[in-house]
């Protein structure tokens, strides 16, 4: 799942490579991605590229003042560069393109690796137009976020810590691998819900949530836009390393299954040693 430090870094990727290049040719391949279907990205043909900014998992690219193609990258989309000194190799593990913008002498690949599509396109005149936009809630990785903000989605939610973070309307950009990064760090129990935190606790949790996504732009920044998913992997420290000791006390990571999703965890540091 995309998320906001590598989504982040996609965005940089592409304000410095495409903007400038005019849009030759936009090529849908899946046209269920096109949201707008009144104005499909072919309307934005023969315009220039002016930007491209990030909200929450989601790029806008602009096409001028008064144009944005959003792709929102869902739960498994990406995007592909290739410039014109590309031999156009993939590897046999490349999921398929279900648009091909034409840059000029470029091509941006949008693509989907699930089995279903999560992706979405979208013309709009501005990126609240679409409307998991609007409903973002504050950005951690925004200079503004506040300890206030922070409370204003955690305090007195009788609701899973885990939920709350990865939900976009408290908190934008934040997904599974993330959250329990973020937990495991604050020494936070996935379970509990935000109610029962105390105020030492939601105070560990608020900087460790503004820690890991800006320490994880940074770390991102000018990696290579195909590298960036293993560079995810390879800084997780809980997430996805089930069977693992932690790399804080050595007590073996935990794998977890509830409500729809699932958590990496360390019973010592984050539920007094207890499994849950």
């Known amino acids: 799942m995309p998320e906001s430090p590598e989504v982040q870094a996609l965005a940089e990727f592409l304000a410095d490579h495409a903007t400038g290049r005019a849009l030759r040719e936009a090529d849908v391949l899946e046209f269920r991605a096109v949201k707008t279907r009144t104005a499909p990205p072919s309307s934005l043909v023969g315009r220039r590229v002016t930007g491209v900014e990030r909200h929450g998992k989601h790029l806008a690219v602009g096409f001028g003042e008064d144009s944005r193609l959003v792709v929102s990258l869902g739960r498994h989309g990406w995007m592909r560069w290739r410039g014109p000194d590309d031999d156009g190799s993939l590897g046999e593990d490349a999921p398929p393109a279900l648009a ?21 396109l979208f013309v709009v005149d501005d990126p609240v137009a679409v409307p998991a936009i609007a409903k973002l809630g504050p950005d951690p990785a925004d200079e503004s976020f506040s300890a206030a903000d922070f409370e204003a989605a955690v305090g007195g939610r009788r609701k899973q810590i885990k939920a709350i973070l990865q939900e976009q309307e408290s908190l934008a950009g934040i997904g599974n691998a993330y959250s329990d990064e973020i937990l495991h760090i604050a020494r936070v129990s996935p379970v509990t819900h935000g109610a029962a935190l105390d105020d030492a606790a939601r105070e560990r949790l608020f900087r460790a949530t503004v820690e890991t996504i800006r320490g994880a732009i940074a770390a991102r920044r000018g990696v290579p836009i195909h590298a960036l998913k293993a560079a995810k992997v390879d800084a997780m420290r809980v997430h996805g390393r089930a069977g693992e000791s932690c790399p804080v006390c050595g007590d073996t990571i935990r794998d977890l299954a509830f409500g729809g999703t699932t958590a990496q965890y360390c019973p010592t540091c984050q539920n007094d040693g207890v499994p849950l």
């Open 100 to 120: 091909q913008l034409t840059l000029d002498d470029a091509t941006v690949e949008v693509t989907d690796a699930g089995t279903w599509v999560s992706l979405g």
